[in-house]
């Protein structure tokens, strides 16, 4: 590769070593059978951290995996071999990576757009909360109190909207708030009313607003990595099975509650929307894909337990990332 296109050995590295680093995650996934979302999402973050963290650090501190000497006697797999292959007169390698980078900026673009400035539509603003709904966010705040850590969590903002639209999330990082309409409350009955709190609440708790963004910055950087974009996806859908877990409680009404607003939702009218990186990806275009997601947390809901975290946890987790570390450094 010349050293004017240091860029291009980049890019095509960054998404080989992302998807080695997606295809080992999923196995082990399998393998360990780690349902627990607490576990999926750390490994996530650590099959992420691949194109991300170490593929910048192998391009600085190890220049010579960019030598053919390395190519022809360590490296496992070379992208550069696919130079030699040729489809329709072009070379492979430079067809497939085009392709790789097209899909990365157009799944990005996906969720990126909307939080444009001038394309970011403010929330409406707050009317009084009426008192069940007060009620309703004191019963689930003292229903999870033993498992919040956050004050901002045990003490949240709350905005109401007077609309007919039915929305019930979490937003802001520096002044998180819980925003409920007033068709969330017409939609829901008082126990699927308090299980969606409370599965909020564990949210806050967890500053998911604040690491939603950390992690569309992420997403940034890279841009025009396709697998790292859709990793980057499965992360948030693990968040919210994780708040699902956190939330305890009802689990039943929880799932009515997360299907009641799923099919109000398809039902189309006028959503509030929400100002979360994440919001796109949580809302999928095609209805199937949404109502799969739904279904699969609804199905983890009415299951008799939570499903067992991992054993020996953290010596597994350092083994994967240090393990993932070594195949990426062999992947040139």
Known sequence: MPSGKWWVDYAAQSVMHALVAALAIEALLRVWRARAPGDRLVLRLIGLGQPLVVTPLLFALAPLRRGERFADVWALLSVRRWQELSLLGASAFHLALGAALAAGVTLFAMDALPLLPRRRRALPAGAVPPPALEAALADAIEGTAGALRSARARRPRLRFLATRAPALFCAGVRS?????SQGALDLLDPEELRAALRHELAHLDRHDPAVSWAV??????????????????????????LADERAGGDRLALASALIKLHRAGLAGGAPVRRPLPFAGALSEPLRRVRSHDVEARCRRLLEPAPPPGLVFRAPRLAATAAALAALTFLVA
Do not use: K, T, Y
């Not at 998180?176 to 409920?180: A, D």
């Not at 499965?234 to 099975?241: K, M, Q, T, V």
């Open 176 to 180: 998180p708030e819980l925003v409920v």
């Open 216 to 241: 569309m910055a992420a997403r940034a950087l890279l841009f025009f990595n396709p697998v790292a974009q859709v990793s980057a996806r499965a992360l948030a859908r693990d968040a919210e099975w």
